[in-house]
T-cell receptor
Framework: SAVISQKPSRDICQRGTSLTIQCQVD?????MFWYRQQPGQSLTLIAT?????????ESGFVIDKFPISRPNLTFSTLTVSNMSPEDSSIYLC?????????????FGSGTRLTVV | AQTVTQSQPEMSVQEAETVTLSCTYD???????LFWYKQPPSRQMILVIR??????QNATENRFSVNFQKAAKSFSLKISDSQLGDTAMYFC????????FGAGTRLTVKP
């Protein structure tokens, strides 16, 4: 099954700044997803990233705050813009494999973001 | 909209015993996939087991098995011969196009 490398694994950022999280997949995936997870809680879908088109955002998430790029089938970035302490969370990317693999989805190891 | 409900925030089990984690979901779709994922403190999401809704036979993976009741929209996970390494958060997930997760159950296996 595919393997996703997610960077950075953690960061501490000043409020008002932006952080870009990268996910690199070792094989092609049809769709990529970005999730937010508060420690000890569930994963909330932020957006679906499709290659060659704009990302599709879930209710409560907007492109100006969480711009996403998907330049090809193996790479995506999520930017957390103009950060505030409320953005402190874990962010995970996921990819849906083209061939089914281990059940179709693989996950990055997450980015723990702390905004001070 | 699809929703996934896990009604057990925390559970514990003695090593070598059996435990069942509950999950219910709501959907108007007929074809979909259900998953159980394990998330240890490392944060890595690890697929435990997967069930296609069109298959009546319950999925099994070694010590892990599911009880899939499509009419009742229920998808429970049974862990047999629990091991200390099974201690983790367990998430039930539903997939049609994208994946939605339940709130999770924190499982502790006690020695």
């Amino acid at each position: 099954s595919a393997v996703i490398s997610q960077k950075p694994s953690r960061d501490i950022c000043q409020r008002g700044t932006s952080l870009t999280i990268q996910c690199q997949v070792d094989s092609q995936v049809t769709m990529m997803f970005w999730y937010r997870q508060q420690p000890g809680q569930s994963l909330t879908l932020i957006a679906t990233a499709n290659q060659g088109s704009e990302a599709t955002y879930e209710s409560g998430f907007v492109i100006d705050k969480f711009p996403i790029s998907r330049p090809n089938l193996t790479f995506s970035t999520l930017t957390v813009s103009n950060m505030s302490p409320e953005d402190s969370s874990i962010y995970l990317c996921s990819g849906k494999e083209t061939g089914g693999g281990n059940g179709g989805y693989t996950f990055g190891s997450g980015t723990r973001l702390t905004v001070v | 909209a699809q929703t996934v409900t896990q009604s057990q925030p925390e559970m514990s089990v003695q090593e070598a015993e059996t435990v069942t984690l509950s999950c219910t979901y709501d959907t108007s779709e007929n074809n979909y996939y259900l998953f159980w994922y394990k998330q240890p403190p490392s944060r890595q999401m690890i697929l435990v087991i997967r069930q296609e809704a069109y298959k009546q036979q319950n999925a099994t993976e070694n010590r892990f098995s599911v009880n899939f009741q499509k009419a009742a929209k229920s998808f429970s996970l049974k862990i047999s011969d629990s091991q200390l390494g099974d201690t983790a958060m367990y998430f039930c997930a539903f997939e049609v196009g994208d994946m939605r997760f339940g709130a999770g159950t924190r499982l502790t296996v006690k020695p």
